[in-house]
């Protein structure tokens, strides 16, 4: 959970570390039920004291100039990190110290500064010491001529800061690496011992993200795979595929508990969480600090694994079954799905997709999946050039027809009318329009959800709609109308998109085999 491993010039130093201890213990704590009791340090807040401010060289510099700490909400890491900083500020020996709270904005990084300019105002001492101006979020100590400053990710007027303490809060939330950058690259030179202290609940998972880029490396020194002595890394975090039922991973992820909050309130968070699969993500993310792929979660994917068939598709043959197409941009996925519905068993869903043969690869790389492999295995079909020719997918609607009973295709007049003008008035499939808003769409995602939840659908295995259901992120409109939302998503959802649509069109028809009203009609707008 820790980096246990020291290096031979290195000691601990007891006197040092319990100076911190000392310090602190004389400040407040200034919410809730704690509001105005001593700071007592929990054993997980000495344990960095001890590690961090204890460890030092012959000369008495501490080792680690990063702290890097990872824990759940509510295990009182902001009033910790508050209580550092301003010891930071008035007792360890620095010079002039600049002492900075960095968060993605002003009101992040106020949320470590409004508890330590709290504590100031609670302690005779310091409120004498110290002068806090409110207005500016800053902290003065005219005694050593040093400031506390909150700072936030516009990094334009960050540049010249000669930080002897920094206070990273939230690391997943920086848009980017501007603002680490500005603040640890070069920045101790004329510190002796400049001490970066994280603190961070997991985040989106984004390979390209500082979060993860000092996450990961924190993983790796904790585990021994990499070595750098000025680096320390404390990780109360669960593995992606952690069961969050455990209640032993509850006891070792959140070190506070039993002394914030009770064993029973998690199980209450827990059993409200898993009704739903957004409260769901929130408890694994906030809980046991599991990254996610997205904010917006609409499905746990367990939960649609749990719904794969062993049906052959030839058991489909001459069956009932609702269509729908979602025609993207001509260099994209294309894609086409069906939905079998059934009176006596769960509706059957099957999808397929088309992407340009010649950019097939460079798309692998671009979206980090195996389109390629895919397209080996059949689930995907390769359309020769660099664009998709809508020729392949006609004739495949064209043969859906001919091998099942097929009632109805929904489609998106977008960018689909002239297919579907080809596929109506050419081969008599009925082609129904239907607009891409909450409207239209949110009825039938709503019961995809439903089905998939009380297991009402069975699916292939299909990994490419499986990829598409894992990006989506849905929109909510004030009457809680759902919608796909393909800006905000972490992927392609083209696949998703034609299921929704063709589960539309199933929704609003009748089981049972029947002479349809619309032979003898036209194109359908909703």
């Avoid at 993983?219 to 680096?231: L, M, V």
Wanted: hydrophobic letters at 40%; one cysteine or more.
């Amino acid at each position: 959970m820790n980096q246990e491993k020291t290096i031979k010039k290195y000691h601990f130093d007891k006197k040092k570390a319990d100076r911190v201890i000392k310090f602190i213990s004389h400040l407040t704590h200034t919410k809730g039920k704690w509001a105005g009791l001593p700071f007592v340090a929990m054993e997980w807040e000495k344990k960095i004291v001890n590690d961090v401010f204890g460890t030092v060289d012959e000369n008495g510099l501490r080792r680690y100039r990063i702290c890097y700490v990872e824990i759940p909400k509510k295990n009182g890491k902001t009033e910790f990190f508050a209580a550092l900083s301003l010891y930071m500020l008035c007792s360890d020996g620095e010079k002039s110290p600049e002492v900075y709270s960095a968060a993605a904005d002003r009101e992040q990084a106020g949320l470590v500064y409004l508890p330590a300019s709290a504590m100031v105002r609670n302690n005779t001492v310091l409120s004498r010491k110290l002068k806090v101006l409110r207005s500016r979020k800053r902290i003065v100590n005219y005694k050593n001529n040093g400031f506390y400053q909150v700072l936030s990710s516009d990094v334009k007027t960050k540049h010249g800061l000669n930080p002897s303490a920094v206070t990273f809060d939230e690391l997943h939330a920086q848009p980017n690496d501007e603002l680490w950058r500005v603040l640890t690259s070069g920045t101790n030179y004329a510190r002796d011992q400049q001490l970066i202290l994280v603190a961070s609940t997991a985040g989106i998972f984004d390979i390209n993200s500082i979060w993860w880029k000092i996450r990961k490396k924190a993983q790796q020194i904790a585990a021994g795979i990499i070595h750098d002595e000025s680096f320390y890394a404390m990780l109360y975090i669960a593995d992606s595929d952690a069961d969050p039922e455990d209640e032993t991973l509850w006891k070792r992820v959140n070190p506070a508990l039993g002394t914030i909050f009770s064993i029973e309130k998690i199980r209450a968070d827990y059993q409200t969480a898993k009704q739903d699969p957004v409260d769901l993500q929130d408890f694994k993310r906030y809980r046991l600090d599991i990254p996610i792929k997205q904010t917006n979660l609409w499905l746990d994917m367990k939960e649609w694994d749990m719904c794969r068939g062993t049906f052959d598709h030839k058991t489909l043959l001459g069956q009932i079954c609702y269509g729908g197409i979602d025609l993207s941009a001509t260099q994209d996925l294309t894609a086409h799905a069906l939905v079998f519905p059934r009176n006596d068993g769960p509706w059957r869903v099957i999808a397929h997709a088309y992407c340009p043969e010649d950019t097939i690869l460079d798309k692998s790389r671009q979206d980090k999946v195996h389109y390629d492999v895919w397209a080996e295995e059949g689930y995907i079909t390769p359309t020769p050039g660099n664009y998709v020719d809508q020729a392949y997918l006609e004739k495949d609607i064209i043969k859906a027809s001919e091998d099942y009973d097929l009632k109805e295709e929904g489609f998106d007049p977008y960018a689909a009318t002239r297919l579907a003008g080809v596929l109506q008035n050419t081969y008599g499939i009925v082609m129904v329009e239907m607009r891409q808003g909450a409207l239209t769409l949110s009825a039938p995602i709503k019961d995809i959800l439903k089905n998939i939840l009380s297991r009402g659908i069975e699916h292939d295995g299909n990994p490419v709609l499986r990829w598409c259901i894992d990006n989506v992120v849905m929109g909510l409109d004030p009457n809680e109308n759902l919608r796909p939302m393909k800006d905000k998503s972490s992927g392609r959802i083209d696949l998703l998109v034609a299921l929704i649509m063709a589960w539309g069109r199933a929704m609003v028809n009748s089981v049972e085999p029947q002479e349809s009203v619309y032979e003898t009609r036209g194109i359908i707008t909703l």
